[in-house]
């Protein structure tokens, strides 16, 4: 990395370093984590906190991770190869997670000593474990989701972090970032942002326990910023996939992406009022959306589905391509169409509505282009939205 490189990512502010901030009060009430999730993400995730855990002594060394328990072909159970091999045999094979890591399948007895919840699994799951959750974690327990996605209910799109404040009663982070799994699980250089509302402490300590030397945190004062970033982001990620897939070239991707951050951020602030703009120019802005357009699944799941005319369904693709692992963008475009569709705003969000229209069937995978005949109706102007 070039000196540039390492002095602007350096932790900003009392952000210095994730040795020299552990205050007094830390070092006498050791925190206890437990990962909620297994899979790819959920594993890497594990991985980064485990080798902190170890060095910062104001986190118990042991780190559990509750594992959906999984029977796998040779006959045994997914939790006990990870205990015995130290390994995700099925979703980050041939890496090691570190020996202070606990596979648990029991979700109770994951989180039951636990005082730092990192929330990890498919969206579509969250509001099932919540409930199991309730009652079952301790009252001064903190949160923070890594998760992609969103809930729409009768009252409005309701965000996963507020979903875990408002069932678990507790205050919950995100964390985001351009990520891919496998390329961070190897060491390879990466960034992500936490976003957090009010307390910059809490946000400093999730600092702590994810920044590593290849992985640079940095925090910021916007939980519904960088939620929805990287929410977006893999819808836009369906749409380049197509474009891949029908071998439109890089100059229509590249409008693709330009296009689909435009209603990123517009979605957002007609959302919520208090998205910053900046947000949009960390790692879980743009960054990430870069990534997850050249590298993630749900680009490359959407390149197989054009390829075949949309013949063949999403959920059939998934389960071919990526081994039990699965896709955030077409359920992610769902939930936005129900969104605009509720509030009126189809027409102001051609992109992510051509892209929830050819998932279903209801348009041709090379209509991904043609949304651009159809011009937005609206600018934004000093982070507030004006239509005409």
């Not at 994730?18 to 050791?30: A, C, G, M, R």
């Not at 007895?109 to 969250?126: C, K």
């Not at 992500?192 to 009010?198: I, K, M």
Request: proline fraction near 3%; hydrophobic fraction near 40%; include cysteine.
């Amino acid at each position: 990395m070039s000196p540039a490189m390492k002095a602007e990512n350096q932790p900003q502010e009392e952000l210095t370093s994730p040795e020299n901030t552990i205050s007094n009060d830390e070092l006498h009430q050791k925190s206890k984590v437990t990962v909620v999730g297994s899979g790819n993400w959920g594993s890497v995730a594990t991985k980064l906190i485990a080798s902190n855990t170890l060095k910062l002594t104001s986190f118990h060394d042991e780190v559990r991770m509750w594992v959906f328990e999984e029977t796998l072909p040779s006959g045994e159970k997914l939790s006990e190869v990870i205990n015995k091999t130290n390994e995700n045999v099925k979703y980050l094979p041939g890496i090691k997670l570190g020996k202070n890591v606990v596979a648990d399948p029991d979700l109770e007895n994951a989180v039951r000593d636990a005082n730092m919840l990192v929330f990890v699994t498919p969206h579509q799951f969250m509001e099932g474990i919540c409930r199991k959750l309730v009652g079952k974690i301790r009252e001064d327990a903190e949160a923070i989701s890594l998760i992609k996605g969103m809930e729409v209910k009768m009252e409005g799109p309701c965000m996963i972090s507020t979903l875990i404040t408002e069932q678990l009663g507790i205050n919950c982070c995100v964390l985001m970032g351009a990520n891919i799994a496998h390329e961070i699980a190897q060491e390879k250089f990466s960034e992500a942002t936490v976003g957090y509302r009010t307390n910059r402490g809490i946000a400093e300590k999730w600092v702590r326990l994810f920044y590593t030397p290849y992985f640079i945190v940095s925090a910021v004062q916007d939980v519904e910023g960088v939620e929805l970033c990287g929410t977006l982001k893999n819808v836009v990620a369906i749409g380049a996939g197509f474009v891949d897939g029908l071998e439109m070239g890089n100059n229509t991707k590249a409008a693709i992406m330009r296009i689909g951050l435009r209603e990123m951020k517009a979605f957002s602030k007609l959302l919520f009022s208090s998205v910053k703009d900046s947000t949009f120019f960390e790692s879980c802005g743009v960054a990430d959306l870069i990534t997850t357009c050249l590298g993630g699944r749900n680009r490359k799941v959407a390149e197989a589905f054009a390829k075949n005319g949309g013949k063949r369904s999403f959920d059939v693709l998934e389960a071919e391509m990526l081994q039990g692992q699965k896709l955030q963008g077409v359920s992610t475009a769902r939930e936005v169409y129900e969104v605009l569709s509720h509030r009126g705003w189809l027409e102001l969000f051609p992109l992510f509505t051509t892209v929830h229209e050819i998932c279903i069937g209801h348009l041709p995978p090379t209509a991904i282009v043609e949304h651009s005949e159809r011009a937005p109706k609206f600018s934004l102007v000093e982070g507030s939205a004006q239509y005409y």
